[in-house]
């Protein structure tokens, strides 16, 4: 294990000279859990970015509440669909705004499933660590 991480390391100035500038094509898959008064909640998230121009992108990702609205209730989802606008700053950052229209849908243990229908503004900056 020890050697492997070694050679692994090794190998980062290398494999980091000849990375691709930064974009938004790419998919992501979460998994975690919320530990909230003594109960414990999963977090399961799956979404996607794709690039619609040279700074235009779009993104969604669909899954449980409370990777977007915090602890989820029993039973809880989510949906977010949205838009934005990124710039390289060099060589090895971005800069991003976006919109997102999100649906929330939660189960209430007297009351039914209730559904809310918002929006939420994103700043975002993403930086490589990488030699020059």
């Not at 500038?21 to 530990?35: A, F, T, V």
């Not at 949205?82 to 971005?94: A, F, P, R, T, V």
């Amino acid at each position: 294990m020890k050697r492997s991480m070694w050679g692994a390391a090794c190998r980062w100035p290398a494999l980091t000279r000849h990375a691709e500038p930064l974009n938004y094509r790419y998919g992501d898959l979460k998994s975690g859990e919320w530990h909230t008064n003594g109960r414990r909640f999963r977090n399961d998230t799956g979404g996607a970015h794709v690039e619609a121009g040279k700074h235009i992108h779009l993104f969604g990702s669909i899954g449980n509440g409370g990777s977007c609205v915090g602890p989820p209730l029993d039973g809880s989802r989510n949906a977010r669909l949205g838009m934005g606008d990124h710039w390289l700053i060099g060589e090895h950052s971005m800069l991003a705004l976006e919109a997102a229209a999100l649906r929330t849908s939660d189960r209430w243990r007297d009351q039914g499933r209730m559904a809310h229908v918002g929006w939420r503004a994103i700043v975002e900056y993403r930086c490589r660590f990488a030699r020059s």
